[in-house]
């Protein structure tokens, strides 16, 4: 089964699609066969990065059954051993993807035969991010050593965080659940993760049980995009501190990418970063990452969706 | 279960382990600093203002009590009554030694000795093999091998304190002029061997050397 791997970021222009790009690349280039999909609904971008400016089939084919699998919806890129599910000709209603096909979807996620799949997702915290991101327990989050994108990213984590737990109950049991921590921590607490989890614990220890197995399995990744200079490298190592201490979640910090203005340029002009410029700091740390992206065995669970 | 920050032991909040020293325990605190003061990008957004000031409030009185020692005997004492931590070992902390800085792997560095003039002189002077050669007109490559052999030397330990490359001392031996070093470096490097063999009147048995190997040519 392939490595899925989730990449969002919260905030957009944090350079999801970007990185999604660059590592589908080097991992196409170390020798895995690699899909990158274009899950960035209604606003996709990931074709143009991709070297594919016009592609001639895409996802919404699949949404709108003019090609019934998933796997025929695939395009071939200009490197060898990548490949594409673009979301250039979307139409225009996909952003609000409803759920049974959001569904039919990530069962064909699942069942694609490539070695490393990469999910460009879009910003924000919408269903679909979420339920995306939770495909596979090896999602990495992007951030910005900026305050909007760390915000948004926190803000990411804990609502894949309340929407796993929201998936194990049903409305009437949730609507209890929220009361219940309403009642026990004060107001506006029903919206902490951490106290739901605290409820669940004394409530429903078997539920608990379950739900702490998973998150516990989870190893979500972060990666730290447009580092300059004087920004704090250990940014990504302290969030992750932070994280595993108050939330409890695992959270490995991957590495920092560094700010480079060659990164526009390369993409204005329309050519791949990492061919038109090498040498760059930037390049030899996508370089770093795309190694840990092809070196990380093990297993790999796909939620849910088999 | 995961313990709320506010339920941690003071060691648990500064990630430091309980036999952790005054420097540690003040690195550890000025880490915490970082993640939790009000202007830190790491944890921007994650707390509300009272949140924040309640873990603030924890990790300086964690700090203040561990950083002063009677403070942090009484809590330790409290902590090993509630087996949070175990009884410390009251012997007393091992001495540190001074660490060396660089550890370059190579095999231990021992300086050979073995130029020993005095004793290099002794062997020459007893040696009728030595004599021999030196009496000669001609001092071939062969004949400076024979006089190392004689006095026991390696090639290795004469590269080592002529600082000329073996194959180079290998090649003067060997006396063949196609690989010689060019003549003006070869002088020096004869000099030094001879030197180094512990001989007297270098220069003469240079020249000596010299000519007989621009005779092969």
Redesign the interface.
């Known amino acids: 089964m392939a490595h899925v791997w989730p990449i969002g970021g919260g905030k957009g222009g944090s350079g999801k699609s970007f990185i999604t790009s660059s590592l589908g690349r080097l991992s196409a280039e170390l020798g895995k066969k690699t899909l990158i999909i274009d899950l960035d609904l209604g606003a996709a971008n990931l074709h143009t990065l991709a070297g594919v400016p016009d592609p001639e089939k895409g996802f919404s084919d699949f949404i709108r059954k003019k090609i019934p699998l998933l796997e025929d919806t695939v395009v071939t890129t200009p490197c060898a051993n990548l490949f594409l599910i673009s979301g250039a000709h979307d139409n225009f209603d996909i952003a609000n993807l409803p759920y049974e096909q959001k569904l039919k979807t990530l069962r064909a996620i699942a069942k694609l035969d490539f070695d490393r799949i990469l999910l460009d997702l879009g910003a924000g915290t919408s269903f679909n991010t979420l339920d995306f991101f939770l495909i596979s327990q090896n999602g990495i989050f992007i951030t910005t ?3 909007t994108s ?2 948004n990213v ?2 990411l984590i804990r609502s894949i965080y309340f929407r796993r737990i929201r998936y194990c109950f049903n409305v009437t049991d949730f609507n209890e659940l929220e009361v219940e921590a309403e009642r026990q921590f004060g107001d506006g607490s029903f919206n902490k993760p951490d106290n739901l989890m605290k409820v669940i ?1 004394r409530t429903n220890p078997k539920k608990y049980a379950q739900l ?1 197995n998973e998150f516990s399995a989870f190893r979500f990744k972060l990666i730290i995009n447009q580092v300059r200079k004087h920004d ?1 490298a250990a ?1 990504g190592l ?2 992750s ?2 994280i595993e ?2 939330l ?1 979640l695992n959270l490995e910090f991957l590495g920092n990418v560094a700010y480079d203005e060659h990164v526009h340029d390369a993409i204005c002009q329309q050519v791949s970063f990492l061919e038109r410029y090498p040498y760059t700091k930037t390049a030899s740390d996508l370089h770093e990452l795309g190694k840990q992206i092809v070196e990380s065995a093990g297993e790999q669970l796909t939620l849910r969706y088999l | ?2 313990k709320d ?1 506010d339920q941690l032991n003071y060691y648990e909040m500064l ?1 430091i382990t309980p036999n952790a020293v005054p420097y540690e325990i003040r690195h550890a605190y000025n880490a915490a600093l ?2 939790y003061h009000p202007g830190s ?6 707390f509300s203002e009272r949140e924040r000031r309640e873990i603030l409030a924890l990790i300086e009185k964690a700090y203040q009590t561990l950083i002063n020692d009677q403070l942090r005997q009484e809590y330790d004492d409290e902590l090993i009554r509630r087996g949070e931590i175990e009884a410390r070992d009251e012997s007393a902390p091992e001495v540190k030694k001074p660490v060396s800085v660089f550890h370059i792997s190579r095999s231990p560095y021992v300086r050979t000795v073995f130029v020993d003039g005095d004793a290099l002189k002794n062997r020459i002077s007893q040696s009728q093999v030595i004599k021999d050669i030196l009496a000669r007109n001609e001092l071939s490559g062969e004949d400076l091998k024979q006089i190392r052999t004689e006095l026991g030397l390696t090639v290795e330990q004469i590269a080592e304190e002529t600082k000329i490359r073996v194959n180079h001392i290998r090649s003067i031996e060997g006396g063949q002029a196609q690989q010689l070093p060019p003549t003006v470096f070869l002088k020096g490097f004869v000099k030094s061997y001879l030197k180094c063999l512990g001989l007297e009147s270098v220069e003469e048995l240079s020249v000596r050397y010299m000519n007989t190997v621009s005779g092969l040519k």
């Open positions: 050593p900026e305050p760390v915000e926190y803000r614990a702490n704090n940014l302290q969030m501190r932070m201490k108050h409890g | 279960m995961r920050f990630d970082q993640l990008l790491v944890s921007y957004s994650f």
